[in-house]
């Protein structure tokens, strides 16, 4: 057990950490990474776009648009994991800064698939899509350094 404990923490000279081989085994090269980020964010606009032109399509419409635009907005935010890696994403998901914007944004996205599926409420799954957008904005800007201050700015002038 002592043996079990020592490997595990790394303090066994004689053989590696298990831990180290985990982390070097799950580990993406940068390249990977990107090319991941790029694939994943390419499948989110191309099933954004594709519920967009759906839209269109007599009364199944409205919910294959909110469906594929759901999607397409999971698969955009799930491809920067690729980039910070799933741990450290979802930490920066829920700092302080961005909480409210992650919980809006993740509530958004769940009100809007359930709103096509079991309400099957057109105008209720349009709206969380509405606000799903604005949601996913304002959550993508808090990445952005003082960026939040300057759309306030702006809004307030345009308002005034």
Known sequence: MDKLKRVLSGQDSEEPSVLAEVADATSLSWGTRV???IACF???VLCSVLGTCL???PRKGIILFA???TLGNISSIGSTVFLMGPMKQLKRMFEPTRLIATIVMLLCLVLTLCSAFWW?????ALLFCILQFFALAWYSI???PFARDAVKKCFAVCLA
């Open 55 to 57: 839209l269109w399509v």
């Open 67 to 69: 469906v594929f635009y």
């Open 42 to 44: 390419a499948i989110g």
């Open 35 to 37: 090319k991941g980020f």
């Open 142 to 144: 808090s990445y952005i």
């Open 120 to 124: 099957r409420n057109k105008g209720l």
